[in-house]
């Protein structure tokens, strides 16, 4: 996070990390598409010739609030081939909050794991634990066969800490929700720690629900953070009520 | 805030923060190329800041008007207050702000804007509508003494464009401009992130190569310690087996009373496994002396020849065992070496051991010694031979079996202490494994060097290269 008090600004990181193509730069490409023109500025990639993200992805977002706070948000995301090990530590260094983007498909449980383990170990390499990192999970490509099942996803995420969202990024479902989530749950750790709806008079609840109307989004944002199965959203909801 | 961005820039100030200037993004001549292009097309002067207000792009020619009038005090005054306007004015959003000049003519100013962020300001003009063609008559009244007849002269060849055109042509540059920035940011990012992964990756290399030294400064003191380990064993273990040897020796010349035929064959084994242990423990020491260097070498003026034949008579009887002719061949006037004759002698003797052993029954083994010339020995060293030394003279022995022969990627390995080309061809063959090692150090104690080479048409030469030092010692 940065703040920029002179022009009140405040520019908040937010990273998609996840396995090789489990669909990180689709779902930004998703957002970038649903994003009002003026919302959002032009979807970066630092790619390699045979087109598979070297570096990252980069999104910018910019929404301004009531109180008169302009929020910019980066959207970046790692490589996941795993030879770009110190890009991705590069990469997720200073991140506010992270979405891991997992592929649904039972082959790739393995994949999903080890790439999970590696953002523990990059996190631990810049000081910093799962625990404090705001942090949802999307297991996208649940249109393909031979995917975990909803309700085995469910019952393995009622058992863990983060909200799991399920996206088909190609189609743009469960991109949006995804977003506003990891969104939600990085504000209030910011603000918990910053005190900026204080600070700055901001209306996180209004807030939350003009970006998710810039991002094409037509239901309340309960509704859209309800979208999560299992995790613990419920934690922080009050304060978004 | 416009600090000049330089590598140093972590990722976050140039995707987070507001390290990014015009400058970073673009090439001052490139841009000022484009400036003029520009210019030159749509017939307006331009011109670009960054937004410390540093001009990066200047394609407006001298104006004619401009230049009469800044020779007249007042005149140059007035233009310095439309400077100070063009200055002073903030354009904030998309549309270009309009500036009128004394001249009766105007400007537009507007925003280059990058990432929502202002970085800079372009300046079109000065230029006149077409529609105006009587000069302004603040222009004629700046200074009395100007001439009115040479102020509507040159006020006329002022450039002419409508004043919404020149809107129009700052919108469009503003977008040119973006995508031109849009594309440098991303090369900058580019870069930035190559060096940063550069360092990175280089980071964790060091790490991996201070890992690997302190295991491989570990590893040398293991093998230090091996060493004494070694020596102590070795000399510890010769003690007992020295009187081992002798009582068994003691009781085979019936010194403890007659033996009958059978005890007699049972203490000759002992004494002859014995005497093969002590062989295999002296080599051992040998090894571990030559490891540690404490090994020194009696030199003296050696006799090459009546070595040679000595090492030929004591192999004789295994080798027609084995039904292996064993040839002596030496060249004629071969000189004194200066060397340890016992330490020489245990080489050649090693070597054509091995060279028996490995060799098959009808085979053949064949001792020759030549002179020749150390360099001539060392093709690959030569390089700087005119500016290293004088050639050196040198005996070079050769010991040629026909046996199973040595594959061309082992031959450097066979040197290595235990090391066996085939683990299995031991039982057949026996040895330790520790014969070569000891050669090699002797040859090395000695200036000399070893080699393999190929036997035609099959077996194994063994090329030993030892320089004649000059007989200066008496």
């Given at each position: 996070?940065?703040?920029?008090?002179?022009?009140?600004?405040?520019?908040?990181?937010?990273?998609?990390?996840?396995?090789?193509?489990?669909?990180?730069?689709?779902?930004?490409?998703?957002?970038?598409?649903?994003?009002?023109?003026?919302?959002?500025?032009?979807?970066?990639?630092?790619?390699?010739?045979?087109?598979?993200?070297?570096?990252?992805?980069?999104?910018?977002?910019?929404?301004?609030?009531?109180g008169?706070?302009?929020?910019?948000?980066?959207?970046?995301?790692?490589?996941?081939?795993?030879?770009?090990?110190?890009?991705?530590?590069?990469?997720?260094?200073?991140?506010?909050?992270?979405?891991?983007?997992?592929?649904?498909?039972?082959?790739?449980?393995?994949?999903?794991?080890?790439?999970?383990?590696?953002?523990?170990?990059?996190?631990?390499?810049?000081?910093?634990?799962?625990?404090?990192?705001?942090?949802?999970?999307?297991?996208?490509?649940?249109?393909?066969?031979?995917?975990?099942?909803?309700?085995?996803?469910?019952?393995?995420?009622?058992?863990?800490?983060?909200p799991?969202?399920?996206?088909?990024?190609?189609?743009?479902?469960?991109?949006?929700?995804?977003?506003?989530?990891?969104?939600?749950?990085?504000?209030?750790?910011?603000?918990?720690?910053?005190?900026?709806?204080?600070?700055?008079?901001?209306?996180?609840p209004?807030?939350?629900?003009?970006?998710?109307?810039?991002?094409?989004?037509?239901?309340?944002?309960?509704e859209?953070?309800?979208?999560?199965?299992?995790?613990?959203?419920?934690?922080?909801?009050?304060?978004?009520? | 805030?416009?600090?000049?961005?330089?590598?140093?820039?972590?990722?976050?100030?140039?995707?987070?923060?507001?390290?990014?200037?015009?400058?970073?993004?673009?090439?001052?001549?490139?841009?000022?190329?484009?400036?003029?292009?520009?210019?030159?097309?749509?017939?307006?002067?331009?011109?670009?800041?960054?937004?410390?207000?540093?001009?990066?792009?200047?394609?407006?020619?001298?104006?004619?008007?401009?230049?009469?009038?800044?020779?007249?005090?007042?005149?140059?005054?007035?233009?310095?207050?439309?400077?100070?306007?063009?200055?002073?004015?903030?354009?904030?959003?998309?549309?270009?702000?309009?500036?009128?000049?004394?001249?009766?003519?105007?400007y537009?100013?507007?925003?280059?804007?990058?990432?929502?962020?202002?970085?800079?300001?372009?300046?079109?003009?000065?230029?006149?509508?077409?529609?105006?063609?009587?000069?302004?008559?603040?222009?004629?009244?700046?200074?009395?003494?100007?001439?009115?007849?040479?102020?509507?002269?040159?006020?006329?060849?002022?450039?002419?464009?409508?004043?919404?055109?020149?809107?129009?042509?700052?919108?469009?540059?503003?977008?040119?401009?973006?995508?031109?920035?849009?594309?440098?940011?991303?090369a900058?990012?580019t870069?930035?992130?190559?060096?940063?992964?550069?360092?990175?990756?280089?980071?964790e290399?060091?790490?991996k190569?201070?890992?690997?030294?302190?295991?491989?400064?570990?590893?040398?003191?293991?093998?230090?310690?091996?060493?004494?380990?070694?020596?102590?064993?070795?000399?510890?273990?010769?003690t007992?087996?020295?009187?081992?040897?002798?009582?068994?020796?003691?009781?085979?010349?019936g010194?403890?009373?007659?033996?009958?035929?059978?005890?007699?064959?049972?203490?000759?084994?002992?004494?002859?496994?014995?005497?093969?242990?002590?062989?295999?423990?002296?080599?051992?020491?040998?090894?571990?002396?030559?490891?540690?260097?404490?090994?020194?070498?009696?030199?003296?003026?050696?006799?090459?020849?009546?070595?040679?034949?000595?090492?030929?008579?004591?192999?004789?009887?295994?080798?027609?065992?084995?039904?292996?002719?064993?040839?002596?061949?030496?060249?004629?006037?071969?000189?004194?070496?200066?060397?340890?004759?016992?330490?020489?002698?245990?080489?050649?003797?090693?070597?054509?051991?091995?060279?028996?052993?490995?060799?098959?029954?009808?085979?053949?083994?064949?001792?020759?010694?030549?002179?020749?010339?150390?360099?001539?020995?060392?093709?690959?060293?030569?390089?700087?031979?005119?500016?290293l030394?004088a050639?050196?003279?040198?005996?070079?022995?050769?010991?040629?079996?026909?046996?199973?022969?040595?594959?061309?990627?082992?031959?450097?390995?066979?040197?290595?202490?235990?090391?066996?080309?085939?683990?299995?061809?031991?039982?057949?063959?026996?040895?330790?494994?520790?014969?070569l090692s000891?050669?090699?150090?002797?040859?090395?104690?000695?200036?000399?060097?070893?080699?393999?080479?190929?036997?035609?048409?099959?077996?194994?030469?063994?090329?030993?290269?030892?320089?004649?030092k000059?007989?200066?010692?008496s």
């Open positions: 996070m940065q703040l920029d008090f002179v022009n009140r600004e405040l520019t908040i990181k937010l990273v998609y990390y996840g396995p090789a193509l489990s669909g990180k730069t689709t779902n930004l490409q998703a957002l970038h598409d649903a994003a009002e023109p003026g919302a959002s500025g032009r979807l970066m990639t630092l790619e390699t010739k045979d087109d598979r993200t070297l570096f990252f992805d980069l999104l910018p977002l910019t929404f301004r609030n009531q008169s706070l302009a929020v910019r948000l980066k959207v970046f995301t790692v490589p996941g081939q795993v030879i770009h090990s110190s890009t991705r530590r590069l990469v997720v260094q200073g991140a506010d909050g992270i979405a891991f983007i997992a592929d649904s498909r039972a082959s790739e449980t393995q994949h999903n794991a080890e790439s999970f383990m590696d953002l523990r170990e990059n996190l631990k390499q810049h000081g910093l634990t799962l625990k404090q990192m705001p942090l949802i999970i999307q297991f996208n490509k649940r249109d393909l066969p031979e995917v975990r099942s909803e309700a085995e996803i469910a019952a393995d995420a009622a058992k863990g800490r983060e799991v969202y399920l996206a088909v990024a190609m189609r743009g479902i469960g991109v949006v929700e995804s977003f506003v989530g990891l969104l939600h749950l990085t504000w209030s750790a910011l603000d918990a720690e910053h005190d900026l709806n204080r600070k700055f008079g901001f209306n996180a209004a807030f939350l629900e003009q970006v998710a109307q810039k991002l094409g989004s037509k239901k309340p944002v309960s859209i953070l309800g979208a999560c199965v299992g995790g613990a959203l419920d934690v922080l909801r009050p304060e978004a009520e | 805030m416009m600090a000049v961005t330089t590598p140093e820039h972590s990722l976050d100030d140039l995707t987070l923060g507001h390290a990014v200037a015009l400058e970073d993004l673009v090439s001052r001549a490139a841009l000022e190329e484009m400036a003029k292009s520009f210019s030159a097309l749509f017939h307006v002067p331009l011109r670009i800041f960054a937004e410390d207000g540093k001009l990066l792009a200047d394609a407006a020619d001298q104006i004619a008007l401009y230049t009469y009038l800044n020779a007249s005090k007042s005149g140059r005054a007035a233009l310095q207050d439309v400077v100070s306007a063009v200055k002073s004015i903030d354009p904030g959003g998309e549309e270009a702000v309009y500036q009128s000049c004394v001249t009766g003519g105007g537009r100013i507007a925003a280059i804007q990058y990432d929502g962020r202002r970085i800079g300001r372009m300046v079109l003009g000065p230029f006149i509508e077409p529609t105006v063609t009587e000069p302004a008559a603040s222009l004629l009244n700046i200074d009395p003494e100007l001439s009115k007849v040479e102020l509507y002269t040159l006020f006329q060849s002022m450039p002419r464009v409508l004043d919404s055109e020149v809107v129009g042509l700052a919108r469009h540059l503003a977008r040119t401009l973006d995508l031109i920035l849009f594309s440098g940011h991303r900058l990012l870069s930035n992130m190559h060096l940063a992964s550069v360092r990175e990756s280089f980071r290399l060091e790490d190569n201070d890992k690997l030294q302190a295991a491989y400064d570990r590893l040398k003191e293991l093998d230090r310690l091996k060493s004494n380990f070694l020596a102590t064993v070795s000399h510890e273990l010769r007992p087996l020295t009187s081992i040897i002798g009582y068994s020796e003691m009781l085979a010349e010194l403890a009373g007659e033996l009958t035929g059978e005890q007699r064959e049972f203490v000759q084994t002992i004494r002859d496994k014995g005497e093969q242990l002590l062989q295999l423990i002296k080599g051992l020491l040998d090894l571990s002396k030559l490891e540690s260097g404490t090994m020194s070498l009696k030199k003296a003026q050696t006799d090459v020849r009546a070595m040679l034949r000595d090492v030929s008579q004591t192999l004789t009887p295994s080798a027609r065992k084995k039904g292996v002719e064993l040839v002596v061949d030496l060249e004629n006037g071969l000189p004194m070496l200066w060397a340890d004759s016992e330490r020489l002698r245990q080489v050649f003797l090693n070597l054509t051991e091995n060279a028996i052993k490995f060799t098959p029954n009808g085979g053949s083994i064949t001792l020759s010694a030549k002179l020749t010339s150390m360099d001539a020995a060392h093709q690959d060293d030569s390089d700087g031979m005119v500016l030394g050639r050196r003279t040198a005996v070079e022995f050769r010991v040629a079996d026909t046996g199973i022969g040595i594959p061309a990627n082992e031959r450097e390995r066979v040197f290595d202490a235990f090391y066996q080309v085939d683990s299995s061809s031991t039982r057949e063959a026996g040895g330790t494994g520790l014969g000891i050669v090699r150090r002797l040859i090395d104690g000695h200036d000399g060097t070893i080699r393999i080479e190929d036997n035609v048409p099959k077996g194994s030469v063994f090329v030993v290269t030892v320089p004649v000059r007989a200066t010692i």
